[in-house]
């Protein structure tokens, strides 16, 4: 792609970074580019975890390993965007609602998607 102006996915991931990287929870609203993380003033969160599809529809996922055993993820956190790139860090569901972080990264070409789905700001211990 050319013109990242058109990447609008790799646009709201940017947002999502940033807000991760420096913005406190303050505020109420929804959706993917609210301009901060979490529900309100008491509570404090530092990740917007995501969901990707793919152009066909299907969920994107990813195998990394766990005491030696393949586990399947598709939540990720967003931990750079350059572009239409996006390193994402494998988030693993902790059976509780919310996630552990893991220690795998993957990089993905956003023009590879075209849905972004936006799971509940948590708080993540990266």
């Known amino acids: 792609m050319e013109n990242n102006d058109t990447c609008?996915?790799?646009?709201?991931l940017k947002v999502i970074?940033?807000?991760?990287?420096?913005?406190?929870?303050v505020c109420?609203?929804?959706?993917?580019?609210k301009p901060f993380l979490g529900e309100g003033e008491n509570t404090v969160y530092n990740t917007r975890p995501i969901t990707l599809y793919t152009r066909s529809g299907n969920l994107f996922t990813v195998n990394?390993?766990?005491?030696?055993?393949?586990?399947?993820?598709?939540?990720?956190?967003?931990?750079?965007v350059d572009g239409c790139?996006?390193?994402?860090?494998?988030?693993?569901a902790n059976?509780?609602?919310?996630?552990?972080?893991?220690?795998d990264f993957v990089t993905v070409n956003l023009e590879c998607f075209c849905i972004l789905r936006c799971l509940a700001d948590t708080f993540v211990e990266v």
């Open 8 to 12: 609008c996915i790799a646009k709201i």
């Open 17 to 25: 970074d940033i807000l991760q990287k420096e913005c406190p929870s």
């Open 28 to 33: 109420n609203n929804e959706g993917c580019d």
């Open 64 to 80: 990394y390993f766990v005491n030696n055993a393949v586990t399947t993820s598709s939540t990720f956190r967003v931990e750079d």
């Open 85 to 92: 790139c996006a390193k994402l860090r494998i988030l693993a």
């Open 95 to 103: 059976g509780s609602g919310g996630y552990n972080s893991t220690n």
